[in-house]
């Protein structure tokens, strides 16, 4: 059947143009029907949700496929239903309501579509007994059949247990809870050996439930942990963004560890160079220096520095990046000596365009390359397939390939946001099948839009 829905669709397609050749040049295997998938975009995969959901008697269906077909349509103007909250906050922004946008349907509650966005539990990924595909923004199950609790996340690889570690905000809510989106809850830890069946290793970093004064109580807000490995001092450091309800701290937090689970210790929060820094990551080199990148200035530009060696705080070194872009969920990695950054925009949880950024060394100076995502439609990708970057794993063995991960933010239900991960690769600029970005100096960055993929066979 998804087939015959391929061919009908790809038709719609025809002005987009994947570099399928260039792909497999690479020489890795990304599954061929994965791939075939992607070729159809953000219409195939809702028709699919929407089959594979069995849907039947709901009313307006037909309706919808007709909406979502003009989705597909590069280019198109959409008319989604405009809501009577969407007209609210379009008065409240002080903005003439003009059409409703894919985004604005994906931030409504009451949306109709809010099933094909956040596909329901039936589908949901089970590693356990499942095929081995990534589906991205299914619900994703950890060994135990739960669903994954880490957010905002970040991946070690431990070389001591060769092991994978996968650490994010644990969101689900407690009975209790009052201030219910933005608690802290802990950092959630699940292992794998092959980045794909996760291990839940429980909350290595809890909340405080008492004390009112720590950075851990949980009124507070702790996102985008990272941890990473220092070969001086045998310890494993955890950094991540801790702030109040307000956002008003903007402070990164230490902890560290005897072992990749825990439990980790806090140390203390800090201000960076004296400056404010919300969204954060971390990324260590070959050469075992360590950076810490963070918005700052009210999130309108990135601050890059170094740690000490210890891991434990920065030094005093510092430079200000991508000044005036407004750039946020940066995540670093290196391919041939060349440093790449993928960002967000800051838009809080309505998701938005990614772009992609390189540099010759850490301390820049960085230069934008262009939106790196391929693949869905333009709208679709305008919005980085309705995902915000987080982090982006190397795979070892597979040169200038990586796994972008993402979130699907849920702002009504944080707990319930989903993980976008999808091929990311480094590739040569020369290549028939190159976009023009006008930066043709540095090779291209893609992710790849897909409805489902595997890693090659060998990895698990
Ligand atoms: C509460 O946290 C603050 C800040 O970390 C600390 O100084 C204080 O000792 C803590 N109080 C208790 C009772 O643990
Ligand atoms: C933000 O919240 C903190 C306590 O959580 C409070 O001390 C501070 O005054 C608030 N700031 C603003 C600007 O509301
Ligand atoms: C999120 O929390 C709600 C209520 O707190 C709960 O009913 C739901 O099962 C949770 N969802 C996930 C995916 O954990």
Known sequence: MADGRLKI???????YKKPTAFLWNAGYRWSRSGMALSLVGFLLLLQLCFVASGTNAVSGDSQLRVSLSQ???ENSQVHFHRTKRFLQAAKRRQRQPGPATLVDEFLDENSPLRRVFFPEAATAINPVNGDNYYRPGNIWLDT???PIQ???GGVLYDEISSTYYWYGEYRDVPQ???TGRIDVIGVGCYSSKDLWTWKNEGIVLPADMENKTH???ISNVLERPRVIYNEITGKYVMWMHIDTGNYSKASVGIAIGDSPTGPFQYLRSLRPHGRDSRDMTVFKDDDGVAYLIYSSQSNSELHIGPLTDDYLDVQPDMQRILVGLRREAPTVFKYQGIYY???SACTGWAPNEALAHAAESMMGPWETIGDPCIGGTNTFRLAAFLSQSTFVIPLPGSPGSYVFMADRWNPAQLNDSRYVWLPLTVGDPAGPFEFDFGFPSWPRVSIYWHQKWRLPLGRR
Do not use: P, R, Y
């Open 341 to 343: 950054m993928i960002t």
């Open 9 to 15: 669709l790809t038709h719609g397609c025809s002005s």
């Open 71 to 73: 989705v597909e349509e």
């Open 215 to 217: 950075d851990l109580h």
């Open 176 to 178: 209790g809870s009052t």
């Open 150 to 152: 880490a957010h905002g």
């Open 144 to 146: 135990d059949v739960n």
